[in-house]
């Protein structure tokens, strides 16, 4: 059965510091793989998404994310964070099914 | 376009009370999802209609829980009756095609059953 890992429920860290959220995926076939991001009291909003090529996906607020097949991950990565980059994210797959299976999501809280 | 529209945003409610929440989602969009997010249980999929017709309702948790489609604008999910712990956001997503494409969330209703 296909699954989606975020190992870390919580990331603390200063606001201008480099930050990277994991996520594993365990399915043994092609996936797709997407980052979304919920802010306070709102829905969830695609950050960004691999479906095939280039293995290095960038998307919206200067987040980007590394699809690594021999070690199923996508983890979302960014240089520099901004306070209103707290929130909380979700890594989600799908393979050939309508349903998009969610991580258990990871809260980002950026300090001033 | 206005995004995915749901109403209430905030719900009330009495133990034993059916409750009815509401999705439009975006035109044109052939996919609407209903998703359940609580702190226990985080994210879980309750219920996706395809062009109208519930594909996959393996996530309703019981028989109180229902959700229709009548037409491709508008659907509903109702609970009769309430439980507490059917506390929780209830998020509605909408997608034009199946999963490669991206899915956009309502703001979600946020129900409370006392």
């Known amino acids: 059965a296909q699954s989606v890992t975020q190992l870390d429920s919580q990331v603390p860290v200063f606001e201008e510091a480099p930050v990277e959220l994991r996520c594993n995926y365990s399915?043994?076939?092609?996936?797709?793989l997407f980052w979304y991001v919920q802010y306070p009291n709102q829905g969830l909003q695609l950050l960004l998404k691999?479906?095939?090529?280039?293995?290095l996906v960038k998307g919206i607020n200067g987040f980007e994310a590394e699809f690594n097949k021999s070690q199923t991950s996508f983890h979302l990565r960014k240089p520099s964070v901004h306070i209103s980059d707290t929130a909380e994210y979700f890594c989600?797959?799908?393979?050939?099914?309508?349903?998009?299976?969610f991580g258990t999501g990871t809260r980002l809280q950026v300090f001033p | 376009d206005a995004g995915v529209i749901q109403s209430p945003r905030h719900e009330v409610t009495e133990m034993g009370q059916e409750v009815t929440l509401r999705c439009k989602p975006i035109?044109?969009?052939?996919?609407l999802f209903w998703y359940r997010q609580t702190m226990m249980r985080g994210l879980e999929l309750l219920i996706y209609f395809n062009n109208n017709v519930p594909i996959d309702d393996s996530g309703m948790p019981e028989d109180r829980f229902s959700a229709k489609m009548p037409n491709a604008s508008f659907s509903t999910l109702k609970i009769q009756p309430s439980e507490p712990r059917d506390s929780a956001v209830y998020f509605c997503?909408?997608?034009f095609g199946q999963g490669a494409y991206e899915q956009y969330f309502g703001p979600g209703t946020r129900l409370t059953v006392t």
């Open positions: 997503a909408s997608s």
């Open positions: 399915s043994s076939v092609s996936v797709y």
């Open positions: 989600a797959a799908t393979v050939d099914t309508d349903k998009l299976i």
């Open positions: 035109s044109g969009h052939d996919y």
């Open positions: 691999y479906l095939s090529g280039s293995t």
